[in-house]
């Protein structure tokens, strides 16, 4: 019995405390309700999000999990297009340029819809889903910015479904 708990029960334990605090202090896991991220995120797809991620090192194209005070303080998966102090401007066709450059998305479902610019201010960041037809996204809230203080992670992995896993880009 003493070889059981020692070789069994302690590793055990220890593995859950382990992963239970990496749950709560460093990793936190979202399911995505919605199509606004098809075909990268598909409704049910479970993420691992890094709640340790730095919003000064993110990167154009990175996916992001934020609160957005226009929908209830919900948490949002959204692709990051806007840094602070660039223009961003979404033509008619769904075209997207930063600072008058068009910007490459392969990975995008394309739209059109009314042409818009918008400028980003300092400490904030721009928003777009994927699957533009269907995203309710920055193009359409009334403050299309998002402070870096509602900023909670860079989504990560991709951990569910199981033919499914991996790294999300």
């Keep these: 019995m003493k070889y059981f708990i020692k070789e069994w029960v302690v590793p055990v334990v220890i593995a859950l405390v382990i992963v239970l605090f990496l749950n709560k202090f460093v990793f936190i896991l979202v399911t995505v309700p919605t199509g606004s991220m098809e075909d990268t995120i598909i409704p049910g ?3 691992y999000v890094n709640e ?3 919003i000064k090192e993110a990167k154009r194209g990175d996916i992001i999990v934020f609160k957005s005070d226009e929908i ?3 948490r949002l998966v959204k692709r990051l297009i806007g840094l602070p102090g660039e223009t961003v401007e979404v033509n008619a066709d769904g075209d997207v340029y930063i600072n008058g450059e068009k910007l490459d998305e392969p990975y995008v479902v394309k739209s059109e819809g009314d042409a818009k610019i918008f400028n980003v201010p300092e400490h904030s960041y ?6 533009r037809p269907i995203s309710y996204d920055a193009r ?3 403050n299309p910015y998002i402070d870096e203080s509602k ?3 860079k989504v990560i992995f991709r951990f569910f479904p199981f033919n499914r ?3 999300v880009e």
């Excluded at 721009?126 to 699957?131: A, E, Q, S, V, Y």
């Design 52 to 54: 340790l991620f730095d």
């Design 45 to 47: 797809d479970r993420l």
């Design 165 to 167: 896993v991996g790294n």
């Design 126 to 131: 721009f928003f777009l889903g994927d699957n």
């Design 140 to 142: 359409y809230w009334e």
């Design 151 to 153: 900023i909670i992670g």
């Design 72 to 74: 209830d303080n919900k």
